[in-house]
């Protein structure tokens, strides 16, 4: 297939500053009234990665893409995308990016084709190059076939691929998405995702949004947002290398509310939570750990079937991350 | 080589915006449609023409002069006789029966007094019920005792030897500028003002607000499109059909009631054009308001439909109004409007006759469109 052109222009030296990096957020704030939604946020997202932006929700994505995508203007701090500053080259950057909000924004009562064209159409293709990439999206997407059918007659996985579809007509370098695999069923989830590696190869810059911990697995890059606060940020590995200095047990039992109540009381255990039908905990400068636990649930007749050192999951590392932040907060506060 | 100055890309939004309209055939309909059935059912069910009015007759006189005297309501179209009355008693009854709309009581005095060349009077009773209706079945009923008196000058003239006497007034019931009273002539007009308000304003401010509901303005925003190639893209549309509505009606007008245009057909474009750019600035200033389309619909049918409707002299007379509401009228364009349309399309009135109503629609289009470019601005930029 052919070259991403968007992603030639850019290489090809327009952009001002910073060439190794798509995106660079410098304190990035924003204000809603005294409510702060996204607090001192500093990232770099690298030329052709996937940087995930993890967070639970309110907890400032949307808000921060937004300002990235120059639909909001930030309270303070600084963004440059393509090397272009989001407060005073808005339209530099507009021609530069793709964006996919939250809601799949389509026309429901237009026709797959019909949405292409339009998309297409403001962003000044026709003629052959129109019909040319609307092939590209059309096979991309899967819809060959369902060119003359309503969008709001796809199901979802579908209409999720036409969304994207649409967002990178003009073949855009950045791609901004935003929670894009929302409600859409795993299968689609996971086709969407080839999709973005796809992209990836061809050097498009991926910034995503999402609540979903395994997508964040498929990223170069991870920033954890969390109440507006960047809490973590760095690759997969580097994030679960970070828990490091504690160990972390997965214990099948046959009491978990009651098995992790007990354990938290204990000085060495820094974190619970639930996993599946089990639960981890992670503890720190403890030896023994294993027998400890098995100890103290026997002691208090909880039968325990298994109890595993893991390696930490990202999970892991961000409940690790958001208890520290909390802690860290009623610390301030008191 | 494309000249990037005067490039605007509007097209692709006309296009989808031409497609979303024909997909929805409610909107069709309403901007195509009602304007013609408005004015087929105004023009003909809901006449405002008072026509075969019931009348009954307490004739005091009984005399031949009496009887050639009430016989000419009766050849008239006007009205027709329900009953004679034996006694004036039965007045009351037939009124409040809803059996004559009017009652017409000659005393028995009216012979010996138009013999006398004395003044003759008789008495007319007139359920008011409907104020517009009564005060025109009071006009025919005028004009007729009028026509008649004449006549019966003429022929005591005659009588007393004078030959050729030619009539000195010419007293036919008339009415300026609407001689038949018709009111198909009166709504035209009114119908063309209020097909361009509906459609300006709830149009332009529903298909904006759609977009911001479903979240499909985010995607705009983030796109190279300017706001002044969206907001034109979003009204070129409403803007035609609009013009497609205010020529059919003027059409249906002049086969069906026989409205034909007197005056400049530029002045009624001219006219038509500036208020309807102050309508379009008032959808878009609603449209930066509110979030949904239901909100946006509601203020926009309470600012532009049921003012132009009720209170821009469209149906109801504003000099009938209490003085309040006649205040208020003051501030509705399309109350200019109507006085200009009227004027270019019923009297065929040049420009020096309503500038005065010119020159406040453009004050208002302008305010209008200032406004709302400053909000639609900051809401899209
Ligand atoms: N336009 C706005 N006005 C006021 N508050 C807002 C606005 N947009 C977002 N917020 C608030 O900012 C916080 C972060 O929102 P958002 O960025 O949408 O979160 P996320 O995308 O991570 O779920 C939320 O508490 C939300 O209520
Ligand atoms: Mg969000």
Redesign the pocket.
């Known amino acids: 297939m052919k070259l991403w052109k968007g992603h030639k222009e850019q290489l090809d030296g327009k952009a001002p500053m910073d060439n190794d990096c798509a995106v660079v957020a410098e304190e990035l704030t ?1 204000k ?2 005294k ?1 702060i ?2 607090d001192h946020v500093s990232f770099k997202v690298k030329r052709g990665e996937i940087f995930g932006f993890l ?12 300002m990235l995508c120059g639909l ?1 203007s930030p309270t303070e701090g600084s963004a440059h995308v393509g090397g272009f500053d989001v407060a005073t080259q808005p339209d530099e950057i507009k021609s530069r990016i793709g964006y996919m909000s ?1 809601k799949f924004s389509l026309y429901e009562d237009l026709t797959v084709e019909q949405n292409i064209n339009f998309y297409g159409g403001i962003y000044g293709l026709e003629g052959a190059r129109l019909e040319e990439r609307k092939h590209w999206v059309i096979e991309m997407a899967g819809l060959a076939g369902k060119e003359s059918m309503l969008a709001h007659t796809l199901s979802g996985g579908w209409r999720q691929r036409l969304a994207l579809g649409c967002s990178i007509l003009h073949e855009p370098p950045i791609l901004f998405l ?2 894009p695999t929302g409600g859409v069923d795993p299968v689609s989830r996971r086709k969407f995702w080839d999709l973005i590696y796809d992209l990836s190869h061809r050097g498009v810059t991926i910034f995503v ?1 999402t ?1 979903y911990m395994d997508e964040a697995e498929h990223c170069h890059t991870i920033g954890l ?1 969390y109440t ?1 606060k960047l809490i973590a940020l760095g690759s997969p590995t580097e994030l679960k290398h970070s828990l490091d200095r504690y160990s972390v047990f997965e214990v099948q039992c046959s009491n978990t509310v009651d098995a992790m109540e007990l354990l938290r009381g204990q000085a060495w255990a820094a974190e619970t939570s639930i996993f599946g039908s089990a639960f981890h905990i992670s503890t720190l400068n403890v030896s023994d750990a294993e027998k400890k636990i098995q100890g103290i649930l026997t002691n208090e007749k909880i039968a325990v079937s298994r109890i595993e050192k893991i390696i930490p999951s990202l999970e892991d590392v961000f409940i690790q991350r958001i208890a520290e932040e909390d802690a860290r907060k009623n610390g301030a506060r008191n | 080589m494309k000249l990037h100055l005067v490039s605007l890309n509007i097209l692709p939004i006309v296009r989808k915006e031409f497609r979303q309209i024909k997909r929805d055939k409610r909107i069709l309909s309403i901007l195509l449609f009602i304007p013609a059935l408005m004015l087929l059912m105004f023009g003909y069910a809901l006449n405002f023409d008072v026509k075969h009015t019931s009348m009954a007759v307490y004739d005091e006189d009984r005399s031949s002069v009496s009887r050639e005297f009430t016989e000419q309501f009766f050849i008239s179209e006007y009205f027709t006789k329900v009953q004679t009355l034996e006694s004036k008693a039965e007045i009351n009854n037939l009124l409040d029966a809803e059996k004559a709309r009017v009652v017409l009581v000659i005393p028995s005095s009216f012979t010996k007094d138009i013999q006398r060349g004395r003044a003759a009077s008789v008495q007319v009773i007139v359920d008011g019920t409907n104020s517009n209706a009564a005060a025109t079945v009071l006009g025919y009923i005028n004009a007729i005792i009028q026509q008649y008196s004449v006549k019966v000058m003429t022929e005591s003239f005659v009588r007393m030897g004078q030959q050729n006497i030619t009539m000195p007034i010419d007293f036919e019931p008339r009415v300026w500028y609407n001689p038949e009273l018709e009111s198909a002539k009166f709504l035209v007009p009114g119908l063309i003002a209020f097909i361009l308000m509906v459609t300006a304003v709830v149009s332009t401010a529903l298909a904006i607000v759609r977009e911001r509901e479903l979240g499909t303005m985010e995607q705009l925003m983030v796109s190279p499109i300017k706001p002044i190639e969206l907001i034109l893209g979003k009204t070129i549309p409403y803007t035609i059909i609009s013009l497609f509505a205010t020529v059919t009606i003027l059409f249906l007008g002049s086969i069906l009631f026989d409205v034909s245009i007197k005056g400049s057909i530029f002045l009624l474009s001219l006219v038509t054009f500036i208020f309807f750019i102050g309508s379009l600035g008032m959808g878009l200033l609603i449209s930066t308001m509110v979030e949904t389309q239901q909100l946006a619909f509601m203020i926009a049918a309470i600012v532009s439909m049921l003012p132009t409707f009720i209170l821009s002299g469209f149906v109801f007379p504003i000099r009938n109004m209490p003085i309040i509401i006649q205040g208020i009228t003051y501030l509705l364009p399309a109350r200019y409007f109507l006085v200009a349309l009227r004027a270019i399309i019923l009297k065929g009135a040049g420009l020096s006759a309503f500038w005065d109503q010119a020159l406040i629609l453009t004050i208002y289009a302008v305010i209008m469109i200032g406004i709302s470019s400053l909000r639609m601005r900051k809401i899209l930029a």
């Open positions: 924003k809603f009234g409510f939604a996204v967070g639970p929700n309110g907890a400032g994505k949307s808000t921060t893409i937004r909001f939250q935003d929670e949004t609540h947002i507006g």
